[in-house]
């Protein structure tokens, strides 16, 4: 069994900064990509930042320039460095990896929790 579990969201002033953590646990033999992602409410999901195994990355043209995804391999742990925190970013964050699990063969993807990022004065 594999858990996706966020933290460090919350209620922030526009210009603030926060770091959203995103630990993966469990059966896993290796995390390919791993992603965050936002919904808003009334709004669909949207893509927010992805990164590689390798560390490649790609960002919403939204949030470039502000967000920062970075992860640790050794500790099967992805991060959402937000700075410049505006309004429109307020939303739950859901984090995302595809991964191998020990007792299955092809990769899958895994979803979070999510946890609510809210900004505002």
């Known amino acids: 069994q594999v858990q996706l579990v966020e933290s460090g969201g919350g209620l922030v002033q526009p210009g603030g900064s926060l770091r959203l953590s995103c630990a993966a646990s469990?059966?896993?033999?290796?995390?390919?990509?791993m992603g965050w992602y936002r919904q808003a409410p009334g709004k669909q999901r949207e893509l927010v930042a992805v990164?590689?195994?390798?560390?490649?990355?790609n960002y919403a043209d939204s949030v470039k320039g502000r967000f920062t995804i970075s992860r640790d391999n050794a500790k099967n742990t992805m991060y959402l460095q937000m700075n410049s925190l505006k309004p429109e970013d307020t939303a739950v964050y859901y984090c995302?990896?595809?991964?191998?699990?020990?007792?299955?063969?092809?990769?899958?993807?895994?979803w979070g929790q999510g946890t609510q990022v809210t900004v505002s004065s």
């Open positions: 990164i590689s195994v390798g560390d490649s990355t």
């Open positions: 469990g059966s896993i033999f290796s995390i390919n990509v």
């Open positions: 995302l990896a595809n991964l191998r699990t020990w007792y299955s063969g092809p990769s899958s993807d895994y």
